[in-house]
Every structure is written in C-alpha cells, then in structure tokens.
C-alpha cells in the first residue's frame, strides 16, 4: 500500500475564495431520502444531511448537490414538485434548508440544489387549476393539454410514449389529453408560455436569495418540444438512459431559456452555477448547453455508460475534452447516480446497466473495477461527480422484495427496467443497529445484512478500504497540481488494455485487463487502487489486473 493512502483530506477553501471553482469541483450527489435520518421516522431528511456535513467535508468534496426535497406527492421520489418554494414535511421545513446551507458555507462546502422545470406534479396549483377550470382554461395552455384523434377523441394526440412505459399522454375526464414524458402523475410544463418562464425565473431568484450555490437542471433536453408534437412513427421504446433523436428532447428552442437563466446566475456574487442533465445524441449536442452564455456544466453519460474497455474509455475521453474545449467549459465525469446501477455492480459483469451479481467473485470483481475506474476519473481534467455510498464500495441491492418498490417505473410494463430502487437503498453508517445508523426507525428501503460491514464506521481508518481510498484520492487531487482542472491529457505508450496518459507533473497508467503487466515506473507512486504495495524492480513496476496508479513525477 502507498504511504499516502490514509492521508486525511485538506479542508475545502472558502466560500467565494479563487474563482471558476466549479472548473475543477469534486461534487457529491446526496439523495435525501437514503442518506440520513434525523428523527427517526425511516426516511432521511434536511436535518440528517445537515449533521452529516462534516463526514463531507473531510471526505474532501468542494459542493454536495442535494435531489429533489420540495413539496411533493412522491409519485417520482420528489421529482413531481407540487410547490417549488415549500420543503415537503417528510424532509423538514424551510428553516431546516436555511440552516443547511449556513453550515455547509460555514464548512467550505457549497450547496447545489435539483430544479424539475420540465414538469410538475399533478398535485401543483396551475394543474388542479387547469382540470377544473375545464377545456379553453388560460391555465391549460401552460401545460400541453390536446383533443384525442379518432371519432370521439379516444385516440392520444400522438404516438408518443412515456419514459415510464406506455403512453404519454392521459385523457381527463373532460376528454382532453395532457401530455406527460414521465408518470402521469407529472404533467409537462408547455414552455411557450411566457407564464412558465417567468415563474422559473422567480424560482431561481428565490433559491438563490436563500444562498444555494447552483441548480442542477433535471431533464434539462426536454423542456422544448418540436412544433405541432409530431409523430416519432417508430415502434422502438424511448429509454430515459437514451441518446435518441426525438421531437421531445434536445430542441435548439432550449437555449434561449438557458442564456437568461445565466443572466440571472450572473446577477449573484459567488459564481453560482447550474448543471444540465441533458441526455444529447452526441457530446458535441451536450456542448451546446455549456457555451459561455448558457450554463456552466453538463453530465457527461456518454462516459457514463462507456464499458470497463481501454479502447472505449480512451475514446469518450478523448471525445468529450475536444467537445468542451470550444466552448470553454469543464468537462465532467461521472460513474453512478440515482438513475443507474451503481459501478461497483455494473463493472462486475459487463456490459449491461442492469448487470446482477451472482456470485462472491463478482461483487469482488465489481469493487475492484470500480475503485480503478474512480482513480481513473479523478485523474482527468474537470469536473468529477461522486453519488452517495460510492464512497463505501456499495454495490446495488439486487434482491429487493417487489412489495417495497418504489420506482414507478417498475409498475409500468415496457418502460425502464424499474430496479432504480437498488441504488437507493439508504447508506449504512455504523457497523451496527437497526438501520446500520441510518436512523432510529429504520430505513424506507431494507438494508442488506452486510451492510454494517460496509458502513462508514466499519471502513474509517482501515487503510485498505474503499472509503479511506477516497479520502486520499480527493486529498492528493486538492493538492497536485496536475490534477483537477485543465482541458487535455497526453497519452502515452501502453500495451493493449493498458491507459497511460500525462499530466503536469503527473502520470496515470490503468490496467482495464485481467492479467499483470510489467511496465517502467513513471515516477514516484501516489496512490494505487489496489491495497498491494506498488513495488519497483530495476526501474519497473507491476501494474496489477483491473488497477489504477497515480504517479508523481
């Protein structure tokens, strides 16, 4: 093992010190319902993430994006807002939100926080409204409502489909239809209305006033719709995790929203930002939402759903540093969140997001992948984002009883394969108890027996654990200053199944086979993915099977 594994992480610089640190930001996905509970209710909450802020500041991250905690019906786990400017009872109140980013800024750490403008919740105000208020209702107009096609309008507007499975649109009993991408229950905005823009503007305002940092934008390529919702004319099923083109998503129409979204970020002190989740054909297409008047970020999924290949992986790196470059922003990284199987389960039988796994040696297998494929992404240059628990190695709970579910996509037939429930399980914290310290009452999702063994207080000083792995990753990435920001690697020669690339002062080589090679030291080792100690012979080194090797030099 290196020296340098347990090295604690530095404290992160203060709010509004430097500038562009968003360029380089390690951000940390907290999803509040799983990551911890405060009043013991079995469902985390604003007061549970606010106690747990010093565990995120010394793991090393600079900001923690927090998922959806408005007022909500649940129906999407919070992504059905009903109010966008009240906190739904069952994570606390306004206050809770207030004293959350105080401690977070007082910590170092900014706050990043969900935005849903691509739809509501049923349940908002505007859409009770609108079905009451009947056909020719102004209301309407704000969302999509359409007559039916056929004799007596039986028939959807169009042949669309829901991202959940089935149709998107839904009849009301007036006989219109509203459309929907997502369940039912989330009727989409119709942002050709001036009153959909206005009221976002003021939401935005409104967060940022309470001191948020940035917004990340939730289906960012979807608010736009292609005029007179054509047909798709295909029978193929949309996948949410798609790249397809469709009339519905990725229309130019929504980079006007965006450029004065960024006139109002740019209105705040503290370079605010916002994020956009926008599923895109091609990284080129993400470009488009981080040009130097729209937003400052993009997910990249394109290096998300890229497979444990050297090849592969060399590829989307290369493609998605020379699609940012033009447009001057950061490229991001990222290996799981809330929507996807976690990587320590993907990369454990590849390909495939929904991989399960079967036995011992693919658990094993799925953890040391993803420990080298961490080291890899924290290696390059930009943005990188970690999702809770990845921290603890947690592979995806893939035996969930069909009675606790909650992913409505898992009661829909043909929508999405409805096992995001498995990487929401709620985080173990201690070794022991009855939720692993989750809480006092337990946890809205069961938690497997061995999930005390990988709690954080079962891997906390423990130098060959995944958490302390990410702890001295994180602190060497703050520190070298070859790591973080910049816009390009240089490869260097490697054999087949082997990544090697330079940076100033640095060196990463990974080894994505399942054999050890023998390659020449690069320098002096940093840390390695692997708990065995990197030994050096005659100027060589032996870079094990399916490890990463930081390298000073």
Same mark, same amino acid.
């Given at each position: ?429 201690? $070794?022991?108890?009855?939720?692993? +310290?989750? &809480? !006092? %009452? ?6 497997? #027996?061995?999930? @005390?063994? =990988? ?20 602190? $060497?990435?703050?520190?070298?200053? +070859?790591? &973080? !920001? %910049? ?6 020669? #490697?054999?087949? @199944?082997? =990544? ?20 020449? $030291? ?32």
């Amino acid at each position: 093992m290196t020296p340098h594994l347990t090295a604690p992480a530095t404290t992160p610089a203060p709010i509004g010190a430097g500038t562009n640190w968003w360029q380089d930001a390690v951000i940390y996905q907290v999803y509040p319902r799983s990551f911890a509970d405060a009043n013991g209710d079995g469902m985390g909450d604003l007061d549970g993430v606010r106690h747990r802020l010093p565990y995120l500041r010394d793991l090393g991250v600079d900001a923690v994006w927090l998922s959806p905690f408005y007022a909500s019906p649940q129906a999407d786990a919070g992504y059905d807002v009903a109010d966008y400017r009240a906190i739904d009872p069952m994570f606390g109140t306004l206050h809770d939100a207030d004293a959350l980013i105080r401690d977070a800024h007082e910590l170092g750490l900014r706050i990043i926080v969900d935005l849903v403008p691509n739809h509501s919740s049923d349940q908002h105000e505007w859409f009770k409204r609108a079905l009451r208020e009947g056909p020719g209702s102004a209301l309407r107009s704000r969302y999509h409502f359409r007559p039916g096609r056929g004799a007596d309008g039986e028939l959807p507007p169009n042949d669309w489909e829901s991202i959940f499975g089935g149709p998107a649109w839904t009849r009301t009993e007036g006989g219109e239809w509203y459309l929907h991408l997502f369940a039912p229950e989330q009727p989409d905005f119709n942002w050709e209305h001036p009153a959909v823009a206005d009221e976002f503007r003021s939401i935005l305002r409104f967060w940022l006033d309470m001191g948020v940092d940035g917004f990340r934008v939730d289906v960012a390529h979807g608010l736009v719709k292609a005029p007179g919702l054509p047909d798709i004319g295909g029978s193929d099923q949309l996948k949410l995790l798609g790249n397809d083109v469709m009339p519905f998503f990725d229309q130019d129409g929504v980079h006007e929203i965006y450029r004065s979204w960024r006139l109002i970020l740019d209105e705040y002190p503290g370079e605010r930002i916002a994020v956009a989740e926008a599923w895109t054909p091609t990284v080129e297409r993400t470009a488009h939402y981080v040009r130097p008047d729209e937003l400052h970020q993009a997910f990249n999924f394109q290096y998300l759903g890229a497979p444990w290949d050297a090849e592969a992986l060399r590829e989307v790196i290369d493609v998605s540093l020379a699609a940012m470059r033009p447009v001057g922003a950061p490229a991001t990284w990222v290996l799981s969140n809330h929507d996807v199987t976690r990587h320590a389960t993907r990369f454990a039988n590849p390909p495939g997001l929904g991989t399960q796994l079967r036995t011992p040696g693919d658990r094993e297998l799925g953890l040391r992948r993803a420990r080298a494929a961490t080291l890899l992404m924290l290696a390059l240059p930009g943005s990188a984002y970690l999702y809770q628990g990845e921290e603890l190695g947690l592979p995806d709970v893939t035996d969930l009883p069909d009675e606790v579910r909650q992913d409505p996509s898992f009661f829909r037939a043909e929508g999405q394969d409805g096992f995001r429930d498995g990487c929401r399980v709620p985080l173990p914290w201690t $070794a022991e108890g009855p939720s692993y +310290g989750f &809480g !006092s %009452g337990g946890s809205w999702l069961p938690q497997p #027996a061995s999930w @005390g063994a =990988l709690s954080v207080e079962a891997q906390t000083g423990d130098p060959d654990s995944t958490l302390e792995l990410y702890r001295a990753a994180l602190a $060497a990435r703050r520190k070298h200053p +070859g790591l &973080g !920001s %910049g816009d390009a690697v240089s490869w260097l020669d #490697a054999p087949e @199944g082997v =990544l090697a690339f330079a940076r100033d002062g640095f060196v990463c080589t990974v080894n994505l086979t399942a054999e050890p090679v023998r390659l020449p $030291a690069p320098g002096k080792a940093v840390l390695s993915s692997d708990s065995r100690e990197v030994a050096l012979d005659g100027g060589e080194f032996v870079l094990e099977a399916d490890t990463t090797v930081w390298w000073a030099v």
